[in-house]
């Protein structure tokens, strides 16, 4: 078997590991548009990168530990409901991407790569850069895990408890940022989302404690990232949708599992 | 032994341009259990989330003991159907390093809440009083000085509001920590209590339950109807209300002339 589809399954199988802890993370705290707006403006870290020739991972993390910031303070101030807040931002960022982008030649840039992954593209050196986010970020994860946790059952609870809320909000979202930077290789921005996501939602129907629930969401995201590279091996089909694909039957077959072995 | 916990000065909050609480004063003393009421709106909660510091106040200060450790037991506790959380795991999250119960005293607990049972069921399919109850034990954990209890008694039955009010006293007796407690139930509460502070933005009048129930802004404040209640109560300690809704609905009474 070829090298790159080597590279390809490791580079998917890190990011669906650290997805599940996290996207079980944004599955509790309703975060799941939030990232959906750091995604979309990754592309906007893209262009940025272009633009400023330098590192363009790099800039993406930049681009998105911004957004992240800006984000929260924003949240905070409550000028209006978040949720129109994250779609007015999501779809701003996403355009202002497409059209910073547009200044570029076709030829030099893959935008559908950038939308929807190009797994198999993945290199050593995005290898390189997913294995460092991916094993910061799981550090940082264990490191505050149960603070995180307390803060996702009752936030005030928490911080008459002595914990820092603001603090844990702000560093989940910066963790969120940066598997999405490293992420838009293998699914693109427009589909990062759902690799976060869906696992996490398939893994609730299983699992009994939220720890069970994170494991279980990071088998189905390799599970799902595996099969994805196969279907797209043998089928030659677009391989970030394919695994996004995979991911959603296996949510769906697990939601219509028999009653009795769902756990409560 | 009446050591001071927490002491608010002049306390105030505004929010666009309307006060919610205004120039109150008081002191929460260990050992003692303060129960502040008043109807809906009159800035109950407000009052209790700035001692918690979990909004700020417009002006006043705030004193804590150095150290003060808070149990807080919120009025609702809205849980994500998404979070698998069994109830032991909840209760865990709340444990104190250093600051904790002695496993005796805490196996009393959970048998006093008659919680043993309820320590692997997954929080989202517990009932009304059980959350309450879940919600006692979790503030308890952690030994705390000051325990502070937003209508601690919600969504239980009246038989339940009475062994849950003696259950607080209980917990005083044994931790000897302060209690402070929101309530907008009137004649339960008073029994079991050493401080009322009757709130309506400001400070109507506060003092010893008998005090209070004598006090004219007392009775501007409930009505006629409503203190009244409270007079037969204090008479007749052995006997349960079953009509508590109605000396709370309907009086719509005058706000305090001093307000």
Known sequence: ?264 | MSKVLLCAKNLGVKRSNRWLIKDVDLSLEAGQITTVIGPNGAGKSTLVRSLLNLIKPTCGDINAMKGLLIGYMPQKLKLEDTLPLTVSRFLDLGRHKQHQLSPQLWHNLLHECRAEKLLERPMHQLSGGETQRVLLLRAVLRKPHLLVLDEPVQGVDVTGQVSLYNLIGQIRDILGCGILMVSHDLHLVMAATDQVICLNQHICCSGHPEQVSQDPAFTDLFGPQGAGNLALYNHQHNHHHTSHGDIIAGQHHKDCDHG
Not at chain 1, 68 to 87: C, F, N, V
Not at chain 1, 112 to 141: E, N, R, S, T
Not at chain 1, 234 to 241: E, N, R
Request: glycine fraction near 6%; include cysteine.
């Open chain 1, 1 to 264: 078997m070829a090298d790159f589809l080597l590279w390809a399954w490791f580079g998917g199988i890190m990011i669906a590991a650290i997805a599940g802890p996290l996207g079980s993370f944004m599955v509790w705290r309703r975060m799941a548009y939030f990232g959906d707006t750091l995604a979309h403006a990754a592309l906007l870290g893209v262009a940025l990168g272009l633009l400023l020739h330098i590192n363009i991972s790099l800039a993406v993390v930049l681009v998105c530990l911004l957004l992240a910031l800006l984000l929260s303070t924003l949240m905070h101030k409550r000028i209006i409901a978040t949720d129109t807040l994250l779609g007015i931002l999501s779809h701003a960022s996403l355009s202002l991407g497409l059209v910073a982008l547009s200044i570029f030649d076709h030829q030099t840039i893959d935008l559908m790569g950038f939308l929807f992954g190009d797994l198999l593209a993945i290199g050593q050196q995005d290898l390189m850069w997913i294995a460092l986010a991916c094993c910061v970020v799981l550090i940082i994860l264990i490191w505050v895990w149960k603070p995180l946790l307390s803060i996702t059952v009752n936030e005030e609870l928490a911080q008459v408890e002595g914990i820092n809320v603001a603090w844990m909000r702000t560093l989940l979202m910066l963790m969120v940022a940066v598997v999405i930077a490293v992420a838009m290789k293998v699914v693109g921005v427009l589909l990062i989302t759902s690799l976060l996501i869906i696992p996490a939602a398939a893994a609730r129907r299983l699992s009994n404690s939220p720890e069970q629930m994170a494991l279980l969401a990071s088998l189905l995201g390799m599970l799902s990232v595996t099969g994805g590279l196969a279907l797209s091996w043998f089928y030659d089909t677009p391989a970030g949708p394919s695994v996004v694909l995979i991911a959603s039957s296996l949510f769906f077959l697990l939601f219509s599992f028999p009653r009795f072995l769902r756990a409560s």
